[in-house]
């Protein structure tokens, strides 16, 4: 019968006991969320609310809509009748929107941009771009 030595129970159970107890982690790492672009401009929504056409400057909101350069603005018709969104200088003009309907249009200049709803010509707004 062969005793192991003293030396070899310590080697053995050094051994074992470095493979039960590991350091290592199976929590995943979280990825970070990556911080926002600098310097885009936020998008803006201009809502046309219930009863626009009987409305005037207040057919559109916010009114005047004020923006820097380079902002994406979304139309959203949240009225219960059909509109536009059509530059009175001829640099954009929405389709017909019809209720629960949007339409988005980038501003890449500086100035103020009148605009009405073809369909309902007393339905005026502006955007100023800085």
Do not use: E, K
């Not at 030396?7 to 053995?12: C, T, Y």
């Not at 046309?48 to 207040?58: K, N, Q, S, V």
């Not at 019809?98 to 200049?109: K, L, W």
């Amino acid at each position: 019968m062969r005793f192991l030595s003293i030396a070899q129970v310590l080697v053995v159970c050094t051994f074992f006991a470095a493979g039960c107890s590991s350091n290592s982690s199976t929590t995943p790492t979280p990825t970070p969320t990556p911080p926002p672009v600098s310097g885009a401009p936020t998008p803006v929504t201009i809502a046309i609310p219930r009863g626009a056409t009987l409305l005037t400057t207040a057919a559109y909101v916010p009114n005047p809509a004020t923006v820097p350069v380079g902002t994406a603005i979304t139309w959203v018709n949240n009225d219960v009748d059909p509109h536009t969104s059509t530059s009175s200088t001829n640099v954009w003009g929405s389709p017909t929107l019809q209720p629960g309907a949007s339409f988005t249009f980038t501003f890449q200049s500086r100035g103020s941009f009148p605009y009405v709803c073809l369909i309902h010509p007393n339905m005026q707004g502006t955007v100023v771009v800085q």
